[in-house]
């Protein structure tokens, strides 16, 4: 049972950010404390959040131009929306964390798979800056991710190490495919639609090779022979 002092919300947004380096000694001392207040958790979820939007503005906007043309109040109402989303899908996620701890054999609550969801969350600006600065390693976070949210699970659930290993790096597995199966498909649907426009390009073409020149020319005043 934990018998230390509850975080402050300081010293749980310090562990957040310094798991990606500690996580062992993180999550053995998360074990040692009381799970943190849901506000707290959600708290630093949004700030993992608010860092990934960030991110992603600053790449569309090295890419795109200054905000790539879109108004400010947008940008800032679709970021507005991403962290309302964010925070719901985060809640979500602690069900499919809590799920894989009770078929590991946790015994941990639903607020532990949380506080593993919140601590976790410190990835998202990591996989931002990722595919800012080199897209090819895209599949890395996820894979460091998952590794730490089995240690998280061990120290938290008390789980089994080779059932939840072997869970999350079926999970795992399981989502790089599907991210790699959608983004072939939307590669071949751009294809396609680059291929229909260059068909339809030509075809404005040749439409237009095939047009008499009309221009500075008077049209002869059609005879009553021509309705015959």
Not at 50 to 67: D, I, K, T
Not at 172 to 179: D, K, Q, R, S
């Amino acid at each position: 049972m934990p018998d230390s002092e509850p975080y402050t919300v300081a010293e749980f947004f310090g562990e957040t950010l310094t798991l990606p380096l500690r996580p062992k000694a993180a999550f053995a001392c998360a074990a040692l404390k009381p799970s943190p207040g849901f506000a707290t958790m959600a708290a630093n979820v949004a700030v993992s959040v608010c860092a990934f939007a960030a991110l992603n503005v600053l790449h569309y906007s090295h890419a795109a131009g200054a905000l790539g043309g879109h108004p400010a109040e947008r940008l800032a109402a679709a970021a507005a929306l991403t962290l309302v989303g964010a925070l719901f899908a985060s809640f979500a996620a602690a069900g499919a964390v809590h799920a894989v701890a009770l078929v590991a054999g946790g015994g941990g609550t639903y607020a532990r798979s949380y506080q593993v969801v919140s601590m976790l969350s410190v990835f998202l600006p990591v996989e931002a800056a990722v595919l800012w600065l080199t897209p090819k390693a895209a599949a890395a976070p996820l894979l460091w991710a998952a590794a730490l949210c089995a240690l998280g699970l061990e120290a938290l659930h008390k789980t089994l190490p080779a059932t939840t290993r072997g869970v999350l790096a079926g999970l795992a597995a399981l989502t790089l495919f599907c991210g790699w199966a959608a983004k072939r498909e939307v590669h071949r649907a751009l294809e396609k639609t680059a291929a229909a426009r260059d068909s339809l390009n030509q075809l404005q073409a040749i439409v237009q090779q095939d047009e008499p020149e009309l221009d500075g020319q008077v049209l002869p005043a059609p005879s009553g022979l021509d309705l015959l």
